[in-house]
């Protein structure tokens, strides 16, 4: 989860912008090309994935060449570039308060969705639609645990009351570091006995007052996903707190873990066009193609990411949906972190993000 910019992290942020600028144009004229469109797909499996499923169909549909753009752009990179004047990003992918943040600077262009078919924006969540971006996807927080350690037959834990309840469930825990401000915030007050529908505006001194009970439990503060799918193959741990697709791995894999879809946290990141992009409308074509149902369904076919569309598990083999965060039998489970929230600034000018890990800070010290 990004922090909130501001002018230090630009400042700080110029030297790596301006190289990545430099990595991704030509020149001006070859940004200023009418058939092309550069998006941010980063690399790897998923890089892979959006050539198959969504880039390679654009070209053939549109005759709008793809540039596709295999590393990371940060907020911090794309609002120097949007200062500067000099754009290389057409279509970029950032977590929501990275997009909120760079639509507070006024660095975005606003979604066409006079272009979208109606029957595909209906079958999309609210919080997916935003007026400066569209959620191609989304995956979520889930509590795993181990089938040795917990048998069915016997007790399973069932809520985030229950991963906290070490009594009735002994055994060790992993949850996520809150140094980045992605920590188990919303779980810590959902085991404390908070509704769903009261997490927001987050109470702070209740949110770590829940994790002083579960702390001395806690044999590692995970910090990526790759670090808690190692510390749940090797059986490091009893039950995490994890991103769901990671989990979902162990178990294709056929270890002895079980995703809980209860409460999940679902998490979404978005497309955006920064302000001043040379090839804006072929930017809004590409973000409707790819939030399209079958598009959607194919991308998730190939790798696995929870549609944001709906209508697109009409076309994804029941086994493999069962798989994603969004299978629409969770979703009345579910509920979306508020990332308006998180990047609301104080009057001290401090974003709740920022807040929150400070006092991560503090406390893991403790």
Do not use: C
Not at 43 to 58: M, W
Not at 151 to 162: E, R, S, Y
Not at 167 to 188: C, I, M, N, S, Y
Not at 239 to 249: E, K, N, P
């Amino acid at each position: 989860m990004n922090l909130s910019l501001n002018r230090r992290r630009f400042i700080q942020a110029t030297s790596s912008a301006v190289a990545t600028a430099a990595l991704l144009t030509r020149s001006g004229a070859a940004r200023a090309q009418s058939g092309e469109v550069r998006v941010v797909v980063v690399g790897g499996d998923v890089a892979k994935a959006h050539a198959e499923a969504i880039i390679k169909p654009f070209e053939a549909e549109t005759g709008i060449k793809v540039t596709p753009i295999n590393q990371d752009v940060s907020a911090a990179q794309i609002g120097m570039m949007v200062a500067a004047n000099s754009v290389s990003v057409d279509v970029g992918i950032l977590s929501q308060t990275g997009v909120l943040d760079l639509a507070r600077h006024n660095y975005l262009e606003k979604i066409d969705y006079s272009t979208y078919k109606q029957n595909e924006l209906d079958a999309m969540e609210e919080y997916a639609k935003k007026p400066f971006g569209v959620a191609p996807y989304m995956y979520s927080w889930v509590m795993a645990f181990n089938t040795d350690k917990f048998p069915a037959g016997k007790p399973q834990p069932a809520t985030w009351a229950d991963f906290w309840d070490v009594v009735k469930f002994p055994g060790a825990r992993t949850l996520p570091t809150g140094q980045d401000g992605g920590g188990p915030w919303e779980e810590a007050l959902l085991a404390d006995g908070v509704p769903v529908d009261k997490l927001y505006p987050m109470d702070i001194d209740r949110v770590f007052a829940s994790l002083d009970k579960i702390k001395p439990h806690v044999r590692k503060w995970w910090n990526s996903g790759s670090e808690v799918f190692q510390i749940m193959r090797d059986n490091v741990a009893d039950l995490a707190h994890s991103y769901d697709g990671r989990m979902v791995s162990l178990v294709v894999e056929g270890k002895p873990i079980e995703v809980n879809r209860n409460r999940q946290k679902l998490t979404l990141d978005y497309y955006y066009i920064p302000k001043g992009s040379p090839n804006a409308q072929n930017a809004q074509r590409y973000i409707e193609f790819a939030t399209r149902a079958d598009r959607q369904a194919a991308l998730a076919r190939l790798f696995p990411v929870g549609p944001s569309n709906r209508n697109a598990y009409k076309q994804i083999p029941d086994d493999a949906a069962r798989k994603l965060a969004t299978y629409p039998e969770y979703m009345a489970n579910s509920y979306a972190i508020n990332a308006e929230w998180y990047a609301e600034i104080g009057q001290d000018g401090v974003s709740n993000t920022q807040r929150l890990v400070q006092r991560w800070n503090d406390w893991i010290l403790r």
